[in-house]
């Protein structure tokens, strides 16, 4: 039965089964929990009612009826029976119910971690374990449970892992092991970007570096801690998130260009797999494609015909939304004929096979069942492809049987280097549109950031376009073009602007205190009050205020010194005033 019976908001958490003073206290229980998961669920096989929701730790999280059906529906394969055994996968919906308030603080995490790993305000994500074996005890003859852990972060990897130790114990243990490990969890650290943590569970202590975003490429992976004595001997993750590249995109690696210009842009895509698994794996490959850039459409790893926007994005009263959808049920492929962009993937190749390269197909040679792999679109891609990298990723590579962590460490490059060629143009013409830093006057409101012409743009890249740093040729201008028409471009420059607005206002707090610092002494700042009216003084010293506070609510890159002597120059302005302001600016 489900745990849970209410909807709405959530309260604060307890221990299973304790009440809840709703008093956010410094230690609440669960917060250590709450930095790295939402939930734990699990979800059962009833006979009456189909999928159903058994149990959620901790017990008074929260989750409305619409997130508990979409959980229950995705945590299972579409078809059981195709899935005998242990099979792992991923998924993520929409928030339902409004903003809930979390006990832990998301912006210190968000502000150190890479923008494509930060937490997701308006989604969750479910890491599913399914079990499903044959038992004779149970009416229909099959054991089929799965455990979810549901998070905001995208550590894919992380989640496997811990699932990985945690799912074979739970099955056979059931609730107690699931509360001892809900425990363990909360006393973790929390994630810091750019520190290796070590979080131990069940006997095992994982070991992983949660990525900065001043990381160089290289700089990813955990370092043995040498001088710690641990015991157990930690396992040691080489990543929270990223997954195998080359084994996602083997099958398709002749279109792994096309694919990538495909995210580049936000175009609709659907993926249809014979496994939740491989659905999951390379939705989250495709979206990973792009870094540095963040991912700012919507995508669903794994996605079934019960999912409560099924309706929304089936529709052909209007063009596919920007998303990508994994699907496994051949249903979708009469369902979203329309969509213009189809990636068909067929099961596994045996390890060391060459694999054959599908080829790139018409959306009218779509059918229905029989649908061969392969990537169905009408798409030109605007850039010529490398034959080089696909030389040396297939015939040197599967033949000389490179390992495969090496062969995506090729492709990961050469997709980093291809994404990096594309923004570095854009990066160093919005740095043109900076004010210069000697026209920032401390007493005068900052200048503004000048506004992008995307004409101007374009006009730049024949001395400052990609052809600096990637030997690829091809229509480079239609692709930006196309670019701007985009989400991606929407929210790259949001970010940047939003990034570039913080550092003005950040230099214009150090020229404030630049022009403090030769007032040094109440006689030099009485002088300088002497052709100031009071009405000036209070103003000056509530901006200061208010820039004080912005600043520190917003982390911006102001050095700690500069922020105290900000606060030193309010404090000796105010008492220089008359006594009846300074009760007013320093209220008791």
């Given at each position: 039965m489900d745990a849970l019976s209410g909807a709405?908001?959530?309260?604060?958490?307890?221990?299973?089964?304790?009440?809840?003073?709703?008093?956010?206290?410094?230690?609440a229980p669960w917060a250590r929990f709450s930095a790295w998961l939402e939930c734990v669920c699990v979800v059962t096989f009833d006979l009456e009612l189909g999928q159903a929701l058994e149990l959620v730790y901790p017990s008074d999280f929260r989750l409305t009826d619409k997130e508990k059906s979409s959980i229950c529906y995705l945590s299972f394969p579409d078809s059981h029976s195709g899935c005998l055994g242990d099979t792992q996968f991923s998924f993520r919906i929409r928030q339902c119910g409004g903003q809930r308030s979390p006990w832990h603080d998301d912006r210190h995490y968000d502000t150190g971690a890479p923008v494509s790993l930060q937490r997701e305000p308006a989604h969750y994500f479910g890491y599913v374990y399914f079990r499903q074996v044959k038992d004779s005890s149970v009416k229909r003859g099959y054991f089929q449970k799965s455990l979810v852990l549901v998070s905001r972060l995208p550590f894919v990897r992380l989640f496997q892992a811990l699932l990985s130790l945690i799912a074979p114990e739970y099955f056979d243990k059931l609730a107690p092991c699931l509360e001892a490990v809900c425990n363990e969890i909360d006393q973790w650290p929390a994630p810091m970007p750019g520190q290796t943590l070590n979080l131990p569970v069940m006997g095992v202590i994982l070991q992983v570096r949660i990525p900065s975003r001043v990381d160089k490429p290289e700089s990813s992976a955990p370092k043995q801690c040498g001088h710690e004595n641990l015991l157990?001997?930690?396992?040691?993750?080489s990543s929270v998130h990223e997954l195998d590249l080359f084994r996602c995109f083997q099958p398709v690696l002749a279109h792994v260009q096309t694919l990538w210009e495909l995210m580049l842009l936000g175009e609709p895509l659907v993926v249809l797999a014979p496994s939740p698994a491989m659905?999951?794996?390379?939705?989250?490959?495709?979206t990973r494609c792009l870094h540095p850039l963040k991912f700012c459409c919507d995508y669903r790893p794994y996605f079934t015909i019960h999912d409560s926007e099924f309706r929304e994005f089936t529709t052909?009263?209007?063009?596919?939304?920007?998303?990508?959808?994994?699907?496994?049920?051949?249903f979708f492929i009469k369902m979203l004929q329309h969509w213009p962009h189809i990636l068909r993937v067929g099961e596994p190749r045996m390890s060391g096979d060459l694999p054959k390269q599908v080829k790139l197909k018409k959306p009218s040679r779509l059918k229905t069942l029989d649908t061969k792999p392969g990537l169905y679109t009408a798409y030109t891609a605007h850039l010529h492809r490398d034959k080089a990298l696909l030389k040396r990723l297939l015939k040197q590579g599967l033949q000389k049987k490179?390992?495969?962590d090496m062969q995506t460490a090729l492709l990961r490059r050469h997709l980093l280097e291809l994404t990096q060629s594309f923004i570095i143009p854009l990066e160093h013409y919005m740095t043109s549109l900076m004010p210069l830093q000697k026209s920032i006057m401390p007493w005068k409101t900052p200048p503004?950031?000048?506004?992008?012409r995307q004409d101007d743009f374009l006009c730049s890249l024949e001395h400052a376009g990609p052809q600096l740093t990637c030997i690829l040729k091809g229509d480079w201008l239609g692709l930006y073009r196309r670019f701007f028409k985009s989400p991606h471009?929407?929210?790259?420059y949001r970010q940047r602007h939003k990034e570039m607005v913080q550092k003005l206002e950040a230099l214009h707090l150090e020229a404030i205190c630049e022009a403090v610092r030769g007032l040094r002494g109440k006689q030099n700042i009485e002088a300088w009050m002497k052709d100031k009216s009071e009405v000036e003084i209070v103003d000056l010293v509530l901006k200061l205020r208010e820039k004080l506070v912005w600043a520190q609510g917003h982390q911006l890159?102001?050095?700690?010194?500069?922020?105290?002597?900000a606060q030193l120059y309010i404090e000796t302005i105010i008492g220089s005033l008359p006594k009846d302001l300074q009760a007013v600016l320093c209220p008791p």
């Open positions: 709405g908001p959530r309260r604060a958490r307890g221990r299973p089964g304790a009440r809840s003073s709703g008093v956010r206290a410094p230690a157990p001997a930690p396992v040691v993750l659905s999951s794996e390379m939705v989250l490959a495709l052909r009263t209007q063009a596919p939304p920007n998303v990508v959808l994994g699907v496994t049920n051949p490179r390992p495969s503004q950031i000048r506004p992008f471009f929407d929210g790259w890159p102001v050095k700690e010194a500069t922020l105290q002597r």
